[in-house]
Each structure stands twice: as C-alpha cells, then as structure tokens.
T-cell receptor, first 119, second 113 residues
C-alpha cells in the first residue's frame, strides 16, 4: 500500500524556537496533503490543506503565520511551527492523497505522526 | 456543519466476544466514511473505506456498514483478540465544507485475555 513518512518522529525544543516537520509520500505522488493536530485523548483536528504549488488553506482558528506550510513537490509537504510555545505541544499527523483518479473516492494515507514537546 | 460522534467512548470486553462500535454523523452529504485504528502514541491505520454508494465493506474479522440516510455507520469486530485493543476512529469526507475529512472522537477498545 501507499506509504507516508514523517520526520522527525519526536522533537523536543525550547520555547521560542521554530520546528520543521516533513511529510513525504514515498511511493506515490500526492497532489494534496493534509495536516492534523491531536491533543492527548482527543481526536484529530484538521489544521490545513496543502496543495502542491499553491498556498495552503487553513482551518478557522489556525494561525497561518504561526504554522507555515510549504508543499514544494508532489511528494513533500513541510509544516513549520514558528516561535513554538508549550501550548503548541501536540501530536502532528499528515496525510496524503493519490494524485489523479477520482479524488473523492480516494482514501487518505496517514503518516506515523510527529510528537512535539515545547519546554 | 458536519459533526461526528462515536459511541461508546470506551469499551472493555473479554477475548472472543463479538462487538459493535457506532459512529453517527449529522450531514448525510458525504463522499465516503472511513474507519481507522490508532495505537497509543502512533499514527493511523486505515481499516475500511465505504463509499457513499456502498452499504458495507468487509476485511477479515471486520465488517463496516453505512446507512447514509440515517447518518450512521457501525464497525463489527468478530471474535475479538487482545491485539485488537486500540482506539478506533471513524471519519467522514463531507461534500460541504470544502470536502474536508471530519473525525469522530474515537472509541477506546480493550480486549481482555
């Protein structure tokens, strides 16, 4: 099946620093990638939709200047948490859709997640 | 606005039992519904995807049904095993709201040996 990787899997940083998380589709091209955030014992909340070659679409309440998303190629999207604070500590998960085909029939393939801890 | 709920929030059963997890959604205008499994501290594993035109999907001991008109889906797990212990999430891809995928809060399943 389609594989999505995330790097790093875990990161600890000091408050005020920026952290970049990579999401890669390893064996397929992804026109669209999604970024989710999951707080402990809660479900996934969509943060933004990332389309290759265009600006990301952010969900209401998500600061686009704080969570910078770059989808530079059909296999890579990055999420940068700028000036991270302790309240940004969370589990960040990306997903990717296969390019082409019947988009709305496609499943999303999820990465393993990145656990961010801001001290 | 699409809202997805799951009942029960937590479930503990002895090994070997058959069980049913429930998912409800408020907006029936969906493209598909998907069931996922999440182990503690891990990402998501897709279990079953049901298109809006379908009524059920089966994979091994898992069977998922979809009643779009009533806004319900069930995940049936036959002959449960301790390895089935995990959180199960349902997610709907909605036609409104820019075709987003909306997740339910999950059901935490514990299968006791």
């Amino acid at each position: 099946g389609a594989v999505v990787s995330q790097h790093p899997s875990r990161v600890i940083c000091k408050s005020g620093t920026s952290v970049k998380i990579e999401c890669r589709s390893l064996d397929f091209q992804a026109t669209t990638m999604f970024w989710y955030r999951q707080f402990p014992k809660q479900s996934l909340m969509l943060m933004a939709t990332s389309n290759e070659g265009s600006k990301a679409t952010y969900e209401q309440g998500v600061e686009k200047d704080k969570f910078l998303i770059n989808h530079a190629s059909l296999t890579l999207s990055t999420l940068t948490v700028t000036s991270a604070h302790p309240e940004d500590s969370s589990f960040y998960i990306c997903s990717a859709e296969l390019a082409g085909g019947h988009r709305y029939q496609e499943t999303q393939y999820f990465g393993p997640g990145t656990r961010l801890l801001v001290l | 606005k699409q809202e997805v709920t799951q009942i029960p929030a937590a479930l503990s059963v002895p090994e070997g039992e058959n069980l049913v997890l429930n998912c409800s959604f408020t907006d029936s205008a969906i493209y598909n519904l998907q069931w996922f499994r999440q182990d503690p501290g891990k990402g998501l594993t897709s279990l079953l995807l049901i298109q809006s035109s379908q009524r059920e999907q089966t994979s091994g001991r898992l069977n998922a049904s979809l009643d779009k008109s009533s806004g319900r889906s069930t995940l049936y797990i036959a002959a449960s095993q301790p390895g089935d212990s995990a959180t199960y999430l349902c997610a709907v891809r909605t036609k409104t709201s820019y075709d987003k995928v909306i997740f339910g809060p999950g059901t935490s399943l514990s299968v006791i040996p």
